[in-house]
């Protein structure tokens, strides 16, 4: 990892680049912003941690997990959760074997993740796999897709 920070920061500082030009480049190359590269750049840039973590944290591009390769992103806001998507996550819940309070499944090919709304209303339920909208989207409908990109991960 270490080689990689220094390449990052050999970038960083000949661009002149801000806190989230620095926290998108740890993340396009790790995949997420490890705690261990906050501490690096934290030590290296003399910036307070505390500064990295409120913006990882106040942006939701930024995650500080490793996320699965395969991102299921499911809408929980007022019109799809009046449509079903409890039902949805929790069919997604099971088929991923998800554990109690974990997003990513134990071989990061998956992660689920709930947002308050993806404004499409219009369309609800709506569910988000790997960029791909799916409204109205039915419980079947739905975990054939994953079903699909499990025997697609299979054969990779």
């Known amino acids: 990892m270490e ?62 997990q490793p996320r699965g390769k395969n991102v299921v992103t499911a809408c929980c806001g007022t019109a799809c959760h009046v449509k079903g998507s409890d039902k949805l996550l929790n069919g997604l819940i099971k088929e991923l074997e998800l554990a ?7 071989d990061k090919k998956f992660t689920l993740e709930k947002v308050n709304c993806v404004g499409a209303c219009s369309i609800a339920p709506v569910v988000i796999i ?8 039915s419980s079947d409908r739905l975990l054939k897709e994953i079903r699909g990109l499990k025997e697609k991960e299979r054969e990779d």
């Open 130 to 137: 790997n960029n791909k909208v799916f409204g109205k989207v």
């Open 100 to 106: 109690e309070g974990e997003s990513t499944t134990a």
């Open 3 to 64: 080689k990689i920070l220094e390449k990052i920061y050999k970038h960083h500082t000949e661009n002149e680049g801000n806190i989230i030009s620095l926290l998108q480049e740890i993340q396009g190359e790790l995949g997420y912003v490890p705690e261990e590269a906050v501490d690096w750049f934290s030590r290296k840039l003399d910036i307070p941690a505390s500064r990295f973590y409120g913006v990882t944290t106040f942006y939701a591009q930024f995650h500080l």
